[in-house]
């Protein structure tokens, strides 16, 4: 990925987060990228890339042999809401996230949006689980049948996630 592309990805996430979050979720995002391990999916239109989502290992203690990721950040440009934006990203993350073999996906989000894609609230832990005060924002998608049925116990996410502070629903609408 060329360092125009990276620009143009942590500006998504600056932008589409706002003042509030923008700074953080840009710092995040830039971390992210960096990282190997990172999957990043984009959407262009006009030539310049308008919304992304990020990918990262997420890992059951107990169960090192599950292939998990988590998805944090997702930001499309404010402009480009309501366009069909997410939804060309979250059907273009899932088909390469099956691709690329793994198990299941989780993601701490907006209960009313990632169902529309398989997501569904999960009773497995988040890496603070006494933070959980809105557990129906926890969601898990499985990718292979009957994978996440058998996950359980602690969770760890890259260092950079695994901050409470992330994981605290409270200050969340």
């Known amino acids: 990925m060329n360092h125009a592309d990276?620009?143009?990805i942590i500006e998504v996430h600056r932008l589409a987060f706002g003042k509030e979050e923008g700074e953080d979720v840009a710092q995040l995002a830039r971390d992210?990228?960096?990282l190997?391990?990172?999957?990043s999916i984009s959407s262009?239109?006009?030539g310049k890339i308008v919304g992304n989502v990020l990918f990262t290992p997420f890992n059951f203690v107990d169960h090192p042999d599950t292939n998990c990721y988590l998805l944090a950040p997702f930001g499309v440009l404010p402009a480009y809401q309501g366009r069909g934006v997410g939804k060309e990203i979250m059907e273009a993350?899932?088909?390469h996230l099956r691709s690329v073999r793994t198990d299941a996906v989780f993601v701490l989000?907006?209960?009313?949006?990632?169902?529309r894609y398989g997501f569904a609230p999960t009773d497995k832990q988040t890496p603070y689980p006494d933070l959980m005060t809105a557990p129906e924002a926890w969601m898990a998608l499985e990718l292979t049948e009957g994978s996440a049925q058998k996950l359980s116990g602690k969770?760890?996410?890259?260092p950079q996630f695994m901050q409470s502070h992330w994981w605290d629903?409270?200050?969340h609408g």
């Open 36 to 39: 190997p391990d990172t999957i």
């Open 109 to 115: 989000g907006v209960p009313t949006f990632y169902p």
């Open 44 to 46: 262009e239109r006009d």
């Open 155 to 158: 969770t760890k996410a890259i």
């Open 169 to 171: 629903t409270s200050q």
């Open 32 to 34: 992210f990228l960096s």
């Open 93 to 95: 993350s899932i088909e």
């Open 6 to 8: 990276i620009d143009a």
